[in-house]
């Protein structure tokens, strides 16, 4: 305890910062972020080995191996494909200078640990991030319901006999509408970006 307590007095520390707006665009993360595409910045913390960019369509992770190296891993996780869950915060005790925030996106763990003069700003981003959750689960659990009425009507529909057409037109008919029914909905139930989210709960 005594040794963390030097640590971070003398600002020795991996305790994350949150990066103000305005210093967006002096961070590493920003030269990822695909800003010709649309794609914003909503949140950024940055400790002395990692950033992590919040934007509307992704968490980008610039991940590096220490804080004395230079060499740093991007890992970028698109909302489209990785699913957040399990979203919690750690609040900071009387001793405490640092609060955590913790999730997983993507079946990995993440936990960051913010000094502690930011909880405001953490309490938002958790906010967001469990809105975001909540609403990947809501969207996965429709998606499946509709996946499976479509598979029961199908099976229906393959069952009624007809002259005119055969068995192996029929199947083609099925799946060929499944195919297209699945594309044309898969954005409804699949949300690539969530700045509605990140504007509710952030930028207020």
């Excluded at 953490?122 to 509709?146: G, P, V, W």
């Excluded at 060929?176 to 504007?199: C, L, M, R």
Aim: charged share 30%; aromatic share 10%.
């Amino acid at each position: 305890m005594l040794k963390k307590l030097a640590s971070d007095a003398l600002g020795l520390s991996d305790i994350g910062v949150v990066v103000p707006k305005e210093d967006f665009d002096k961070t590493e993360s920003d030269d990822f972020v695909k800003h010709e595409s649309g794609e914003v910045v909503y949140f950024l913390i940055k400790t002395k080995s990692d950033e992590y960019c919040f934007t509307n369509q992704a968490l980008i992770h610039v991940d590096g191996d220490s804080a004395i190296s230079k060499k740093r891993l991007l890992k970028r996780y698109d909302y489209e494909h990785s699913t957040i869950s399990e979203v919690m915060l750690e609040t900071a005790g009387t001793i405490d200078l640092d609060i955590e925030i913790k999730f997983t996106i993507d079946n990995i763990p993440m936990s960051i640990d913010i000094h502690k003069k930011f909880d405001t700003e953490i309490k938002d981003l958790y906010k967001a991030l469990h809105t975001i959750s909540m609403e990947m689960l809501h969207n996965k659990k429709n998606f499946e319901i509709a996946q499976n009425s479509l598979s029961y009507a199908a099976q229906s529909i393959g069952k009624i006999e007809s002259k005119e057409v055969t068995p192996a037109q029929s199947f083609e008919q099925i799946t060929q509408f499944a195919t297209n029914w699945v594309i044309k909905n898969k954005e409804q139930y699949i949300k690539k970006d969530f700045g509605d989210i990140f504007e509710l709960y952030i930028n207020q």
